[in-house]
């Protein structure tokens, strides 16, 4: 997996709820161990923290994040993220802010709703 690629599936497993609910079965079933996943899943909790006040790629991006940190909350993908770290043993995150090299003008799949309009 690509850089880029690894980034995309983060960003889907932070805001992207059949992808994260689809890594929880792999997870169940043995077909995905815990040294394969923490990281993707250390990523997909950082997107969630406060956005970066500077070094992000682009202001785009930056509010295309926001705009998926807000919509995910219906979905309680935090809780979920960290009840799965929880699950297969991982430490508590100590950090507060998503990391400025995460921050990228993403796309994610569609998801049963036209595609939100970033200006």
Request: hydrophobic share 40%; glycine share 6%.
């Amino acid at each position: 997996m690509t850089a880029r690629e690894e980034l995309q599936y983060c960003y889907e497993l932070a805001f992207y709820p059949p992808r994260l609910h689809e890594l929880w079965g792999q997870i169940k079933r043995g077909e995905k161990g815990v040294a394969e996943v923490a990281p993707l899943l250390d990523k997909a909790l950082m997107l969630h923290q406060a956005l970066p006040e500077y070094g992000y790629a682009s202001q785009r991006a930056l509010q295309r994040l926001a705009i998926y940190q807000a919509r995910s909350r219906a979905f309680k993908m935090v809780t979920f993220i960290k009840n799965i770290r929880r699950y297969i043993g991982c430490d508590e995150l100590n950090i507060n802010e998503v990391p400025a090299n995460l921050v990228r003008d993403i796309g994610l799949p569609a998801f049963s709703r036209p595609p939100m309009e970033i200006e």
